[in-house]
């Protein structure tokens, strides 16, 4: 604590506290995950209840929902991964909104003719095209994990690297002992990444036959 101190007193900034955001995101996150993103929720919950009383069509409601509603947690879902309960919280939140009639009271949420898996198909399929933010999540993270890969000299991949796979690449390395939960969210897209990833031959000199997916 004293080093954490003069270090503060060095740089004239102040010590960020447990519940202080950095760019939007919280500072300090702990083990309860839903707890310390929960703030999340209550953005949402506010931006559906500003729209409270509103006459909209259902047009209206996706143009809101997929504009406004999906984008709120986009920021967040690249540097974290949410816990399954929060993403259906959110979606929750959402399918509420696009369910509930404009005749419909405070406390109602209308009729659920369709689950919001199904509504986030495409709609050449039935469904709506809303997102799944499980997966939209892990595809934000995947993003991460690929600039690892091919953006050897930026500063957050030289850290990385020094820190969880200083002989290795991304690819190769495990999740580590004592990780950080941003590192641990981004190894959570390792598959992910792995499942579009193919290595073109070139040479072949870099390449492993027994390991690297290749282009056919």
């Not at 955001?21 to 919280?26: D, N």
């Not at 986009?74 to 540097?79: E, F, G, I, L, T």
């Amino acid at each position: 604590m004293d080093t954490r101190r003069r270090i503060c007193e060095v740089l004239q900034v102040l010590e960020a506290g447990a519940d202080s955001l950095y760019l939007g995101l919280p500072s300090i996150v702990d083990r309860n995950k839903n707890v310390v993103l929960g703030f999340l929720k209550e953005r949402m919950r506010k931006r559906i209840n500003s729209l409270e009383g509103k006459f909209l069509s259902r047009a209206g409601k996706e143009v809101l929902i997929k504009s406004m509603l999906q984008s709120l947690p986009s920021y967040a879902m690249n540097v974290f991964l949410f816990p399954i309960g929060t993403c259906k919280e959110l979606e929750r939140l959402m399918a509420s909104f696009w369910w509930k009639s404009n005749k419909s009271n405070s406390n109602g949420s209308g009729i659920v003719w369709m689950n919001w898996d199904r509504m986030t198909r495409n709609k050449a399929e039935g469904g709506m095209g809303f997102r799944n933010l499980r997966d939209f999540n892990l595809a934000m993270l995947g993003k991460q994990g690929w600039r690892f890969m091919l953006r050897h000299d930026s500063l957050v991949s030289k850290i990385f690297k020094a820190r969880y796979y200083p002989q290795g690449d991304f690819l190769s390395t495990e999740l580590g002992s004592n990780p950080s939960f941003i590192w641990s969210s981004i190894f959570a897209a390792k598959d992910t990444v792995k499942l579009g990833l193919r290595k073109g031959i070139g040479s072949g000199l870099t390449v492993d036959i027994t390991s690297d997916p290749c282009f056919k």
